[in-house]
């Protein structure tokens, strides 16, 4: 009975916490749970996960063409465009940005990081609005690279 409670608790942990996997070990025990998600490729997808399917897929072919680099969420959090509300954004659209230049805050468990750019480069189109939750490898800009 009390692993069936340990296992609840946890399910409902990763609800709430929005987590796919979640791998524990303690007393010589260890838990893996997974959550389930039906693949783009599945048969049963919504209306609107096929339409969002769709325009990634389209995005995608749009920036191979514009020859456009994408920077990644490199963790799950909280996207920040301003180091405080009120504050002045990190970068905007058309803004030349340099490696290691903040472009954004990423909130996670509380504690806040600095994400900055690998490359030299325009910021083309902000690809995610001030406050939303990110997936790790979700793309964040779309970033024209500069010699």
């Known amino acids: 009975m009390e692993i069936k409670k340990k296992l609840e608790e946890l399910v409902k ?3 709430e916490n929005d987590l ?11 838990i893996k749970l997974k959550k389930y998600t039906p693949t783009i490729s599945g048969i049963n997808l919504s209306q609107e996960k096929k339409e969002i ?7 995608q072919k749009e920036t191979e063409k514009e020859n456009l680099i994408e920077m990644k969420s490199p963790m799950v959090g909280t996207f920040y465009r301003a180091p405080s509300p009120g504050a ?7 803004d030349i940005i340099n490696p290691g230049d903040v472009v954004c805050i990423i909130e996670a468990m509380k504690l806040m990081n600095e994400i900055k750019a690998e490359v030299k480069g325009e910021i083309v189109k902000i690809l995610v609005e001030n406050g939303e939750p990110v997936e790790f490898g979700q ?3 779309l970033i024209r690279p500069l010699p």
């Open 53 to 59: 399917a769709s325009s990634e897929i389209t995005s």
């Open 88 to 94: 002045k954004p990190f970068v905007e659209e058309g």
């Open 13 to 15: 942990f990763m609800e």
């Open 20 to 30: 796919c996997e979640l791998e524990i070990e303690e007393e010589g025990r260890k």
């Open 139 to 141: 793309p964040l800009f």
